[in-house]
């Protein structure tokens, strides 16, 4: 891999305020970037139905509260489209897709199956040899077909590719057919992550590694298309008192939740600071001096398990 300056990413979903696993997560990779001397980038990740106009001016404003800053106008997938069909009619001429007529339910039951050949979650290929007569039968059926990725299978009936993580070490995972464009049109989110990273020039993913298992077909993607796919670092989840991953319901989560409490900002970087094992930071202006003493090397491998004070009611 050649030698490439770093640029970093946070691309949260504008679904709904952010709580601390979500803040952790961006400062985390605001700190992989900048004590590497890297940019730092914003993507909104928006192509989802749950997305609310109201959470993206309240997830920046809540990310820049907490000290954090990025070098360019956030992006929006939402106007990415053209980018995102393009890759997808790239990848059709070249005969590596197929129309998947499955309901979710269809896929469920089928990797359910005794003795099925799909590894959990990974699609079980259903579609992939329908002939022309077939698919027309399944669309005046009325369902609109999703299209997949065509992956040669190995006698295991899946590829699979092993991907380097540098919190983690290998990881190999499988790689199915996976679907680029959803039957609503919509772009999905492996094709669109890839064709962004790559468009955004972004050299380092930091995230939460609830998606280390789609990185081999992320990789896998942007090798089909001809791009150089990023370096990795997955970082545990915040977990809730329950040892279950940390959600709203488990009391204080949000930036407002705790300031509404009495806490500021800056309390609330500090805790993030501290379940990271990393000194105080005295100003949120001033997280620079925190980034150039951060060393990857020495961030707790174990999951952080947040007990959040409940509000008053
Ligand atoms: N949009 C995804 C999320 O909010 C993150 C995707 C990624 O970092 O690749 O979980």
Not at 23 to 28: P, Y
Not at 108 to 133: D, F
Request: with cysteine; hydrophobic share 35%.
């Amino acid at each position: 891999m050649s030698e490439r300056s770093t640029t970093g990413r946070w691309a949260p979903s504008p679904t709904g305020d952010l709580h601390l696993g979500n803040l952790r997560t961006a400062l985390l990779a605001w700190l992989f970037a900048r004590s590497a001397g890297g940019r730092f980038l914003w993507r909104f990740e928006d192509l989802d139905s749950a997305v609310r106009p109201q959470y993206y001016e309240s997830q920046l404003r809540d990310v820049a509260a907490l000290g954090l800053d990025w070098d360019s106008e956030p992006i929006r997938q939402r106007d990415r489209i053209e980018l995102y069909r393009d890759a997808i009619s790239d990848l059709r001429g070249r005969g590596l897709t197929y129309e998947c007529f499955c309901t979710r339910r269809e896929i469920a039951e089928a990797a359910a199956a005794p003795h099925g050949p799909s590894p959990e979650g990974a699609y079980p290929g259903t579609c992939r040899q329908l002939t022309r007569g077939e698919r027309e039968l399944r669309r005046r059926d009325g369902r609109p077909p999703a299209l997949r990725l065509r992956v040669d299978a190995t006698d295991s009936g899946h590829a699979e590719l092993t991907v380097t993580d540098s919190q983690l070490g290998s990881y190999t995972g499988i790689v199915d057919d996976c679907v680029l464009q959803r039957g609503d049109d919509t772009p999905a989110y492996n094709l669109a992550v890839v064709v962004d990273d790559a468009a955004q020039g972004i050299s380092q993913v930091v995230r939460g590694d609830d998606l280390l298992p789609s990185t081999p077909r992320q990789v896998h993607l942007a090798e089909l298309l001809g791009v150089e796919p990023p370096s990795y670092a997955h970082v545990p989840l915040v977990l809730g008192p329950q040892g279950q991953r940390l959600a709203k319901r488990d009391g204080a989560v949000t930036l407002s939740d705790r300031r509404a409490l009495g806490e500021t900002p800056l309390d609330v970087t500090n805790l993030l600071l501290a379940s990271l094992g990393l000194k105080p930071a005295t100003s949120t202006q001033d997280l620079a001096a925190i980034a150039a003493v951060f060393d990857p090397a020495a961030l707790p491998s174990q999951p952080w398990v947040c007990t959040p004070p409940t509000p008053p009611t």
